[in-house]
């Protein structure tokens, strides 16, 4: 018989949960098979390893992670600093770091690999994204913490830095936009001016 640990409560839930959450029934399970899918998702287990255990610790196991799952903090403003296996990382600010960040946060998919975007979300304590070696690699590269991170990242913190950050980049493109429609009108107004003195009309003249 195979054993398994459960996490006790919510505080012990990290990121690996977090690919569970789409098999979370929203009126319970309707099935066993739906309940097991969820356990094995939920473990890392094999669905077969799951069928290992009796069918009421299949019962009590989903029900004791649907019950922690409920109990998520969501609500509680993200911290600016954290420690993970004892080193330190700080919530990043869009709007002050650089290009590079940019990137691999438009490159990165909460559907297809969450750590990396909580990788994103903080960053090592006085790192310069743009820190480079002599080879022109990345010093702290998403790689060099991934395994940290799917270990030993919270899944409240997860979900809470996904909104938060999923809010910046609505606002940015919000931004965006205006500016873009700021420009149109401020186009439009300077060429009705140069319309109404006659140096614009619209159309290239062509050479005489």
């Not at 977090?18 to 890392?44: H, I, M, N, Q």
């Not at 997860?158 to 940015?172: A, E, G, I, P, V």
Request: proline share 5%.
């Amino acid at each position: 018989m195979i054993e398994y640990k459960m996490p006790k409560g919510p505080n012990e839930l990290r990121i690996k949960h977090f690919a569970c959450l789409p098999l979370l029934p929203k009126d319970g399970f309707s099935t066993d098979r739906e309940r097991v899918s969820f356990l094995a998702e939920f473990t890392g287990l094999r669905y077969g390893q799951i069928l290992d255990f009796t069918e009421p610790d299949i019962h009590k196991m989903a029900a004791h992670a649907v019950n922690a799952i409920s109990k998520l903090d969501l609500k509680t403003e993200l911290p600016k600093r954290i420690k993970l296996g004892g080193k330190a990382f700080v919530l990043v600010d869009p709007e002050k770091i650089g290009i590079g960040w940019h990137i691999d946060f438009r490159n990165s998919s909460i559907a297809t690999d969450p750590v990396r975007l909580a990788c994103l979300f903080y960053i090592p304590e006085n790192f310069n994204y743009s820190d480079i070696d002599e080879n022109g690699n990345l010093v702290h590269d998403i790689a060099s913490r991934h395994e940290l991170f799917e270990a030993e990242f919270p899944l409240d913190l997860f979900m809470r830095s996904s909104t938060f950050f999923l809010n910046k980049s609505l606002h940015s493109i919000r931004r965006s936009m205006v500016r873009q429609i700021i420009a149109k009108k401020a186009k439009r107004k300077i060429v009705s001016l140069l319309r109404s003195l006659h140096l614009f009309n619209g159309k290239r003249r062509s050479k005489p």
